[in-house]
């Protein structure tokens, strides 16, 4: 008897259902916070468009409406470049079951994509008398390149038919969301308010500093830098906390995320013809190529005011710095809009009359100077250095990026030449070589020498008024010099002051391997 019960009862559980699982929607964050981080492989240059190869740090806090028992919970909005595998959710009863990125978006390009070899609805315009006209399709190829439909007239191309027409589909699928979205199973013990914190990284956005520079008539440079924060996914963060690293981090090398297949559609019909001339297959593969999408829009660009002979700045909010072990963080004070495909600039600091000296330099190629061609003069290139030190003006960690200098001519900014800035720590040697002389040019002559050894000499000429320091870095540690070497970043390198309208020259010996 009680065997016959414990079968009944066993029969009976296995015929109930499960439990539902309640879907539980979250549309948007309450407060979101975004840390960005440098693109590890830039060295130097700008940003790369499109999908920037930077990441960044996401938390967002919601508040979500939980009930009793099992749930899925839609989180709506998240970063297009999320890495779920990095997704931390904390505040939940019982935490995380399960995680799910939801990675396509909904968009012309991607409803075709779900609905191939699927009956859909063309609805065509007659634009003399304004009649619609509906039929059913079946798509059979596209998006890529264009959109073949069978219809009873047989097989067109989407859009090739002279009239406006557009196809109506039944229904969304369940798989494609309006916005990123990671999901996630849960349980709950009973029904309850809770706030939830949800963080990950996300790749698709960089950071770089750009400074702008201007030049004084001592050498002297007002020096301000902006913080250039670029997000280039189809997400954007409204009054979002935001700062960005500087330095190198230690980041292991992932698969770079794609975007992800393209929302947008574009169509292509038949060069000449009618769409049902020839064989429709041969025609569409052979089409001439859609005309390339149209070039991204340019970097807002920084805004100078020119008063008198100086070029102003009047942030209304600056960066503020703070020490993270090795690393800088910049955080902006306020709350700012990062938006979807969108470059953000706030400023990150300003110092005046940074004292800064300049040098022109030279560049030697050991072995490279033939004694029987003629030599010909090189332009010195002009560099402007300083040490990051207080006592010059700065004396603050200084973030890679590039300068822009200018300096003032009749009360107009004249652009001098950019130059590229590393990273540099207070204490550091800070360079920027903006351009080169036509003033100020070296020659490298090759004479006679030896099996053993090869003979230089180096010229020098100053066209200047005034005089000028002239600096050739010598690569070589055997080098005899007719003149004192000195060694600035560990080689030797020969340093002279060249008179106003002046030269200066260089007896130079190399030892050639045996």
């Not at 940074?354 to 030697?364: E, N």
């Not at 090759?446 to 200047?464: C, D, I, M, Q």
Request: glycine share 8%.
């Amino acid at each position: 008897m009680l065997a016959r019960i414990a079968l009944a009862l066993a029969a009976l559980l296995v015929a109930l259902p499960a439990a539902a699982q309640t879907l539980v929607v979250s549309d948007k964050p309450d407060a979101v916070a975004v840390t960005v981080y440098r693109d590890p492989n830039r060295s130097e240059g700008a940003i790369r468009q499109g999908w920037p190869g930077g990441y960044a740090l996401v938390t967002e806090t919601r508040t979500l409406q939980l009930p009793a028992g099992a749930a899925v919970i839609r989180f709506v909005g998240v970063s297009e470049g999320m890495m779920p595998e990095t997704a931390i959710v904390t505040g939940l009863p019982r935490g995380v079951g399960e995680k799910n990125r939801d990675a396509r978006l909904l968009g012309p390009a991607t409803l075709v994509d779900a609905y191939l070899k699927r009956r859909v609805t063309v609805r065509r315009t007659d634009r003399a008398t304004g009649k619609v006209r509906e039929s059913e399709a079946v798509i059979q190829a596209g998006p890529e390149g264009g959109v073949l439909l069978t219809t009873d007239q047989g097989v067109e191309a989407l859009g090739c038919s002279g009239l406006p027409e557009t196809l109506v589909y039944p229904g969304v699928p369940a798989d494609l969301a309006a916005k990123p979205t990671l999901s996630v199973t849960t349980d709950s013990p009973r029904a309850q308010t809770v706030t939830v914190q949800l963080s990950y990284l996300a790749q698709g956005l960089d950071w770089s500093a750009n400074y702008v520079a201007q030049l004084g008539a001592d050498d002297s440079l007002d020096l301000f830098g902006w913080m250039t924060v670029v997000n280039g996914g189809s997400q954007g963060f409204a009054d979002a906390r935001t700062s960005a690293v500087a330095g190198q981090p230690n980041k292991e090398k992932a698969a770079r995320l794609p975007r992800g297949a393209a929302t947008a559609l574009r169509l292509e019909c038949w060069p000449m013809g009618t769409t049902s001339d020839g064989d429709p297959q041969y025609e569409f593969m052979n089409a001439p190529g859609a005309p390339p999408p149209p070039p991204p829009p340019p970097a807002p660009s920084t805004e100078i005011i020119v008063t008198g002979s100086r070029i102003a700045f009047a942030p209304v909010m600056m960066a503020e710095q703070e020490d993270l072990g090795d690393l800088k963080l910049y955080r902006v004070p306020e709350p700012v809009s990062v938006a979807a495909n969108a470059t953000k600039q706030v400023a990150l600091l300003h110092r005046g009359r940074v004292q800064m000296t300049r040098i022109y330099a030279g560049t030697f190629r050991p072995f490279a100077y033939d004694p029987d061609r003629d030599a010909e003069s090189e332009p010195a290139a002009i560099l402007l250095r300083a040490e990051n030190r207080t006592s010059v003006g700065l004396g603050l960690p200084l973030p890679a990026g590039s300068v822009a200098l200018f300096a003032a001519r009749r009360d107009q900014p004249v652009l001098l030449g950019e130059s590229a800035l590393q990273d540099r720590a207070i204490g550091d040697e800070i360079e920027l070589r903006p351009g080169d002389s036509s003033e100020v040019r070296y020659t490298i002559v090759g004479e006679p020498g030896s099996k053993r050894r090869a003979n230089y000499r180096v010229e020098v000429t100053n066209a200047l008024a005034t005089p000028v320091t002239f600096e050739l870095p010598i690569p070589y540690r055997d080098a005899k010099a007719g003149a004192p070497l000195v060694s600035h970043k560990g080689v030797p390198t020969w340093r002279v002051t060249v008179p106003a309208n002046g030269t200066a020259s260089l007896e130079l010996t190399l030892k050639r391997a045996r």
